[in-house]
C-alpha cells in the first residue's frame, strides 16, 4: 500500500533532533487497540506495545491508525484501559505490520506498567525556574 507521507502528517526527514521529554523501556505488552484507521473506519484488534515512556508508546499493529486521532488502549493481562493520541506513523515494515507512535492522555503509569519519570537535569530546570521543590 503506496502512502502520500504528508497526508499523514509524518515528516520524512526532520530540520531539527528534539530531544525525548523521558526515558522509555523496552517491553512487550500484549494490547488490545480500539480507535480509527486512516480511512476513518472503525478498528478493535490485538496488538503490541513494544516501547513504552511516561508520555507513551509505540505500538506496532497491523491496522494503519488515524493521524491525531483519539484510541483506547487495553493491557491483555491487567485489562487496563486508557486513552492515547496518534502521534506518529512509521513506515510499513516487511512483515506488514506498522509502528504507531501514540501520547498519553494522562502521563503516569502507561498500560499498568511504571516507567522513569522525567530526566534529573530537567526536574532541575523545572525546579531553578519556577524557584520550588520538585519531588518524583
Excluded: C, Y
Excluded at 21 to 33: A, P
Aim: glycine letters at 8%; a negative charge.
Amino acid at each position: 500500500m503506496k502512502r502520500d507521507a504528508s497526508k499523514l502528517g509524518r515528516v520524512d526527514v526532520e530540520p531539527e533532533v528534539r530531544e525525548r521529554r523521558g526515558e522509555r523501556v523496552l517491553i512487550s505488552i500484549s494490547i488490545q487497540v480500539r480507535g480509527l484507521r486512516e480511512d476513518n473506519t472503525k478498528v478493535d484488534e490485538g496488538a503490541e506495545a513494544i516501547v513504552v515512556s511516561r508520555f507513551g508508546a509505540l505500538l506496532r499493529m497491523d491496522s494503519l491508525l488515524k493521524m491525531g486521532s483519539a484510541l483506547t488502549v487495553t493491557n491483555s493481562l491487567s485489562k487496563e484501559e486508557e486513552v492515547f493520541r496518534v502521534a506518529w506513523i512509521g513506515e510499513r515494515r516487511p512483515d506488514g505490520r506498522w509502528d504507531i507512535g501514540v501520547e498519553a492522555a494522562n502521563p503516569r503509569e502507561v498500560l499498568g506498567h511504571p516507567v522513569p519519570g522525567p530526566k534529573a537535569e530537567d526536574l532541575a530546570i523545572q525546579a531553578s525556574s519556577d524557584s520550588m521543590v520538585v519531588s518524583v
